[in-house]
């Protein structure tokens, strides 16, 4: 069944990536606690799972250089969603339907499920091969560790009427009795996610399409991911064709009989520029857990120059929250890597003015700040991270009362990055707004009132940029509350 090609290419991949794993663990830059390839390149969270008692979390992969190129499926297992390790590289392009002639393609994003102890993934060949695009194919594995790829591949090989040569992306679920996926497309100008329902993960019936544009919301919609939450259902993709590069939430209803979802409600999944492609899966607790590539730098990315480049944003628990609104909070495992605790209480600061602090510096820290007055129109007022000693180089997230926006401001944040990104949340009761804020090396995360708005963003400031300020504008900023812990770097 498993080609001697493909075995010969896994080994081949896996060794390429491990040989420029220690010139990119010396980058200054290298994350201290968001998940990282060992070296080469990563984008989408592919096949998140939890089997046999492990978190397996694939990825698209490029061992051989820091940019995107000929996708392969890296692999890493966590027993707690924080700390990882690195296996062999699950998937490698290696047959007539997932090997590109040209460079490009090769096994892109797709799911994982347990198929009666089977770990099954499900994903999309992409090959100049193959005269009819992209396919969606399947590969199994008894140890969790070495897959092999169906003698009967390609299980669906080519689109339905109302789909197009985009025809990838499977996120697989089972309900029912029956398996069903969801794959990407777009014709005509309009986004779609396409089902599929199937007895055996090898036949599969085309159902219809579940959902589609409308013509606003882009052309192409690339991984679809659609689950229950709460008494509802959430449709992510990611669209290709709209404003910025984005994933969007819809929440709705779905009938698995009639093959339908119904949009309720929409969303931007998040408001930084890092975010993108998310996929999610149920673990063991009954939580739906999230992970979304970070994307950001492209070309002028200075990680490149250690041989690598893309992470994984921190996992995250989605949640439906009262007013029938979606909110994502860190999963509560990320309090593991706390070391250092700093805390004070009733803070002012001063019109125009900013308060270092001086027990918070770092580079991998966690930061939560409790503002009150937030329901004040003239209210101003947030944070600054990564700053350098004379201040002027930071990365800024800043409240505006009247707007009712929280704004990341990269501008300033030094180099391959800048912009500003709003996100829409006013105040909770009482006036209050909570920021809590993960910063890596090279990275920040912004969760702003307990999920209800996130954003991510790359960044790489100078080294020596470690401070943390709070901020007021034109009226003062109080705080009930500011904490701070120095994290501990998960790969050592
Ligand atoms: N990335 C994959 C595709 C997917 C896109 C290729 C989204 O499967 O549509 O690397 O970032």
Not at 115 to 123: F, K, Q
Not at 362 to 372: I, M, R, V, Y
Request: proline share 8%; charged share 25%.
């Amino acid at each position: 069944m498993s080609s001697r090609q493909h075995r010969r290419a896994v080994r081949k991949a896996t060794r390429t990536a491990l040989a420029g794993a220690e010139r990119a663990a010396n980058d200054p830059h290298r994350p201290a606690y968001h998940f990282v390839p060992p070296s080469g390149w990563m984008n989408d969270p592919n096949g998140l799972i939890r089997w046999r008692g492990r978190y397996h979390l694939f990825y698209q992969h490029n061992p051989c250089a820091p940019d995107w190129g000929t996708m392969h499926w890296g692999h890493a297992v966590s027993e707690d969603l924080v700390h990882w390790r690195h296996r062999s590289v699950a998937l490698a392009p290696s047959e007539p339907y997932d090997l590109p002639a040209e460079g490009g393609g090769g096994c892109f994003s797709g799911s994982a499920v347990d198929d009666d102890g089977r770990l099954t993934l499900i994903y999309t060949g992409t090959s100049d091969h193959n005269p009819r695009g992209q396919a969606q194919c399947v590969a199994f594995s008894d140890d969790g560790e070495r897959f092999t790829k169906y003698s009967g591949n390609p299980v669906i090989p080519a689109p339905p009427p109302e789909g197009s040569g985009d025809f990838r992306d499977p996120k697989v679920w089972r309900h029912g009795g029956s398996w069903y996926m969801v794959v990407g497309s777009g014709r005509d100008g309009v986004g779609k996610a396409l089902l599929y329902r199937s007895d055996d993960l090898r036949e599969w019936d085309y159902v219809g399409v579940a959902a589609e544009s409308g013509g606003e919301l882009g052309r192409v919609w690339e991984c679809p991911d659609l689950f229950p939450l709460g008494d509802r259902h959430l449709l992510v993709i990611s669209p290709i064709g709209v404003e910025r590069r984005k994933s969007v939430t819809l929440v709705g209803d779905f009938d698995h009989e009639a093959g339908r979802f119904r949009v309720e409600r929409r969303r931007d999944t998040d408001y930084g520029p890092g975010f993108y492609a998310p996929q999610s899966f149920l673990d063991e607790d009954g939580r739906r857990v999230m992970f979304g590539w970070m994307l950001g730098g492209g070309e002028q990315c200075p990680n490149k120059e250690y041989g690598w480049q893309g992470a994984q944003t921190l996992p995250r628990v989605v949640q439906l929250l009262p007013d029938g609104g979606v909110g994502f909070r860190p999963v509560p495992e990320l309090a593991e890597p706390r070391g250092e605790h700093h805390c004070r209480e009733d803070i002012t600061v001063e019109p125009g003015s900013e308060l270092v602090v001086k027990e918070a510096r770092g580079d991998a820290l966690e930061l939560s700040a409790h503002f009150t007055g937030a329901d004040r129109a003239d209210a101003r007022f947030g944070l600054a991270m990564r700053c350098g000693d004379d201040g002027e180089e930071r990365t800024a997230v800043l409240y505006d009362g009247a707007e009712r926006t929280v704004t990341l401001d990269l501008d300033r944040s030094g180099r391959a990055a800048d912009g500003r990104f709003a996100a829409p949340v006013g105040p909770l009761e009482g006036g209050r707004l909570g920021l809590r804020a993960f910063v890596d090396r090279s990275s920040v995360e912004v969760f702003v009132n307990r999920g209800r708005a996130v954003l991510p963003a790359p960044v790489w400031p100078h080294p020596s940029s470690l401070g943390v300020r709070l901020l007021a504008g034109p009226t003062p900023a109080h705080l009930s509350r500011f904490e701070a812990w120095k994290l501990e770097d998960i790969w050592r």
